[in-house]
């Protein structure tokens, strides 16, 4: 009828010029002879791109109907291809951005053998729904145990559960406010309830991992998972890899540093004894026994046994370390601060007299014997006059070296930091380098800013080390433009660092940009991590962008903002939810 009428239009007519566009939306495939722009505007109006759309979901419907049709087959199927087929559709799902929660859901009715719970969990994992790949992840674990695969307590049984725990956030409070839950206590409370299930617990999956195989590796991760928030149960997990596998280095390391931490230098030259047994020149064990010497003649020289304290110099002084940099300075501080303090003025006089010799530099030696006379309790001494802005750089760049180097705390006046800061023109890039990271050191963000932002003006083999202070401080800022630009920052560092086989600046960078990335507090979430390097192109416009501002984050000394506790948030309705009904039923 509609035809009909269109026909009986005549042509010389207005109406006529509608007639074509009319047939067209009524069925017709024949072309449209008036091709104005007028016309075309009308078709797309009124037909919404259906044609195509149309084609979409045709083929779209074949597809389904042939993913229905095998389903039914897969498990009649031979297991290498019934592997092959579910990684093929995994595959081709995800890279074509289907929802990967209802795939899951749609194999799992017709293929729940543990291979294919493995499978899709590793899709998942490549979607970052940690959440939702841990219960196939469990389930697949048990049921290779029940059948036989392997047994309860083996190496394999002992991986899985290290990726598994590897797979749980290490920032907690992405945990809590994923599920909803409002502390930590409310949380075990709810695993010991079975409102939630136990594997969503870091530290249980990697204590079962080490029950199945205490392999160096879980009790790395879990000396490492303890250290953030229990530093006891960290040592305990500490000392039983040591007695595992007594013959490794890195668990004594690690109790040396946690017994210098809190003030144990006894025990700590206990473990180094041991150390040294097993491997007396390796440079972390040399590094820590300096460490533990110099902190015990500081020790002694605030309790007033100065001869003790000479000892223990005398030690210093012979070690390798001494001869590096200004450390010997360092050392000579401490035996003019011990004869101070034994009232000793002779002694006082040659330790300063010596001093002077090897530090040559007046606003140097006058931080350096300030900062030590301060830390043990004695006189500083009266500085000396005021002396030329270039010495004033030089200086405060010393100093901060030396000072990160032996590890201490370091009091600077802040109109000498704002003074250093104003003209850094006649810095040197390593002046500059040590004023920008001496000021992270010193909490001073402004200098380093000021200092790195100097430095990224000029190519050189420090390029990646000015980009990387760059981005700690700006990861510090509150601001998401600054945190923003810091992850270009590190992502750009790492990348040039790695080009130039700096591995302890590729590591210092990855370490910044996990923390950078692990958590946004504003949003609750995980935001997408770009695990890309950096193109040539994208790092030129970095440093561009970098090389073209001068703005400071914040004040000399200002401490870094403190992180805001994220939101409490209503429960998530997730995949876990779904998928536990599911794991009753199966095999």
Known sequence: MALANLSAIPVPSDPSRLVPVLRRLLGETAPVDDRSPAVATL?????????????????????????????????????????????TLLHHGLRRDWNPEALVRMLLRSASDPDAQRLMALALERTRMWDSALPLWDTYLMAMIRTGGWPAACPETS????????????????????????????????????????????????????AADPDPRVFRALVAHYAQGDRKRAEAEAEGWRRAHPHDLEPLLYLIRAAEGRGALRKALGLLADAESINGVHPEVRQSRYRVLLASAERRISEGKAALAGADLDRLEREPRAGEGDHLAYLLALRWVAARRAADAQAAVAAEQALTARLDNPVARDLLLGAVARSLGAEPPRPAGPASHSLTIDGLARVCDLFRAVHRPLPVPRELIARVERDLAGASITQLHSLAAGGVWIGAPSLSDAASGRGLAHDGPLLHRFLLIRGRVLAAAMAQRDRDRARQCLRAARELAARSRDMEAVREASAALQALLGFDPWVGRVPTRDDAPPTHEEIRRILAAERGRRDAQSGPGDPAPRRPRPPRRPRRESMLQTLLPLMEDWP
């Not at 009124?46 to 597809?63: C, F, K, W």
């Not at 409070?173 to 594997?199: C, Q, T």
């Open 43 to 87: 078709l797309r109006a009124v037909s919404g791109g259906r044609a195509p759309l149309q084609a979409h979901l045709s083929r779209l419907s074949r597809a389904l109907a042939a993913i229905q049709d095998v389903l039914p087959l897969l498990p009649a199927l031979p297991a290498a291809l019934r592997q092959l087929w579910i990684a």
């Open 159 to 210: 991986r899985v559960l290290l990726h598994m725990a590897d797979l749980v956030p290490s920032d907690f409070r992405e945990v809590l406010a994923l599920f909803g839950v409002g502390s930590e206590a409310e949380f075990r409370a709810l695993i010991a309830a079975k409102v939630l299930p136990a594997f969503l617990d870091r530290g249980s999956l990697l204590e079962r991992a080490r």
